[in-house]
């Protein structure tokens, strides 16, 4: 039972260039949100989903998409990286449940050039 | 709306001594409070939650937190450290009351136990 994994690990753009960042999570989730940490700024939602087909705007959606086409992949993209995306990306899943807790993927440190 | 506060960024504590990290909520009813701890390079992991009942819940690695309505708190809390307890550790709260499942991290306390 893997959980929650997140790849890549690593990844380092150039400013303006794109890439997708895949979750995916085989504990049958109906929740799954994306975080990124930033020294000081604690755990902020960037999106969440809360099935799949549907996505929703978390604290800090700007720069990012999301889709989840499929109910155990929830994916982050970033269109035209850029500097301040500089961060460590979290995916997480629940099951839905209102008094149940996050699993958390080990998370993707990106940098932008 | 629902928020927590982690007042302290760091705590620091000698090995063997009791420790305490705090958080404090607020919401607009009543709370389903958590525990996380993330160790260097690794995703976070659930310490404990409340939900109901009991005010003091433990968790896992001997560690337990006090709910305290009054003071709208829930301090995590050890009766002696190890050097392995360092850690970031983060606070999420979910309003009973909210629309949304979805729950408010703090900005996390970096724990630091000196042998």
């Known amino acids: 039972n893997a959980g929650v994994t997140q790849t890549p690990k690593f990844r380092v753009l150039k400013t303006g260039q794109s890439m997708t960042l895949l979750c995916a999570q085989d504990m049958n989730h109906e929740y799954m949100y994306w975080y990124r940490q930033d020294p000081g700024m604690g755990l902020r939602l960037i999106h969440y989903?809360?099935?799949?087909?549907?996505?929703a705007k978390g604290e800090v959606p700007d720069g990012y998409n999301v889709s989840r086409l499929k109910k155990q992949n929830f994916l982050l993209g970033l269109e035209s990286a850029a500097p301040s995306q500089t961060s460590v990306y979290f995916c997480a899943s629940s099951s839905g449940q209102e008094n149940e807790k996050l699993f958390f993927g080990s998370g993707t440190q990106l940098s932008v050039l | 709306a629902q928020s927590v506060a982690q007042p302290e960024d760091q705590v620091n504590v000698a090995e063997g001594n009791p420790l305490t990290v705090k958080c404090t909520y607020s919401?607009?009813?009543?709370?389903?409070l958590f525990w996380y701890v993330q160790y260097p390079n690794r995703g976070l992991q659930f310490l404990l939650k409340y939900i109901t009942g009991d005010n003091l819940v433990k968790g896992s690695y001997g560690f337990e937190a006090e709910f305290n309505k009054s003071q709208t708190s829930f301090h995590l809390k050890k009766p002696s450290a190890l050097v392995s307890d360092s850690a970031l550790y983060f606070c999420a709260v979910r309003d009973r009351s909210g629309g949304s499942y979805i729950p408010t991290f703090g900005r996390g306390t970096s724990l630091i136990v000196h042998p």
């Open positions: 919401v607009s009813g009543n709370p389903y």
């Open positions: 989903s809360v099935g799949e087909g549907t996505t």
